[in-house]
């Protein structure tokens, strides 16, 4: 059984999901902007300040700290998520079967445009655009509870959890793992590592278990742009 939740919950854990998605795109500004950082961190506490205490903590002294310009992390940005070395793409971390990829990218496509969604200039699987499904599937839910509509929050509940379960949730946590492991990445381990805790929390509250499957380091990409986002 899913975990009842308040519409004013719900609403918390969308702004949780959105803000954390905009700190893992090429903009590398929110990542450097004060008011971002502490919108992000009071949204995070009101979902559970206990649970993410050691997330919360990790944003808290990148947020005190003498933090690196927007052009060097830009460039960071490229080297290790852009060409390859660490691609934020659900496709490039689990494996495949054998129709490769496009099965993949067609199905996550799919849950997009069943919510009149679609990606702006990126693969559907970025980890972007799958935090920003989430955020907003999560707000159709709190809107619909609000308005005691329990049939529409139940397919966006529904849409969530087998989101969940068979796409974000089989890949988030080894990735935020092996960029925790680069200590030129330091800057984006605190956000990385909310968006893992982020959906273990998910998972929880949904009553899934993702299908987790082994990660490969990297799968080649030759169609990636990025400036990830999803149009609505």
């Known amino acids: ?26 903009r590398v500004e929110p990542l450097l902007d004060d008011d971002h950082l502490a919108s992000l961190i009071d949204t995070v506490s009101r979902v559970d300040a206990s649970r993410f205490r050691d997330a919360l903590a990790a944003l808290d002294h990148w947020r005190a700290s003498a933090r690196t310009d ?5 460039g960071r940005w490229v080297r290790w998520f852009d060409l390859g070395r660490l691609p934020p793409y659900e496709g490039s971390n689990v494996v495949l079967s054998a129709g490769g990829v496009t099965p993949r990218l067609a199905e996550v496509a799919g849950y997009y ?6 990606v702006h200039q990126n693969r559907p ?11 907003f599937t999560t707000m159709l839910e709190a809107d619909a509870r ?12 529904d849409a969530a959890r087998s989101f969940v379960r068979d796409h974000i949730g ?17 800057p984006w381990h605190p956000v990385a590592s909310l968006a893992a805790y982020l959906f ?10 993702p299908l987790l499957t082994a990660s490969p380091t990297s799968v080649p990409d030759d169609d990636i742009e990025l400036d990830c986002g999803l149009d609505s």
Not at 200 to 209: G, K, M, S, T
């Open 170 to 186: 089989t890949w988030i946590r080894a990735w935020s793992e092996r960029v925790a492991a680069e200590t030129e990445l330091a």
């Open 113 to 118: 445009l069943a919510f009149g969604m679609h």
């Open 70 to 74: 927007a052009a060097t992390l830009t």
């Open 1 to 26: 059984m899913t975990i009842v939740t308040t519409d004013a919950a719900l609403r918390d854990r969308a702004l949780a999901l959105a803000l954390t998605a905009s700190c893992l795109g090429r």
């Open 200 to 209: 273990d929390d998910e998972a929880r509250v949904l009553n899934v278990v």
């Open 125 to 135: 699987d970025h980890i972007v655009a799958e935090l920003e499904f989430l955020a």
């Open 146 to 157: 609000a308005v005691s509509d329990e049939s529409r929050a139940g397919i966006a509940a």
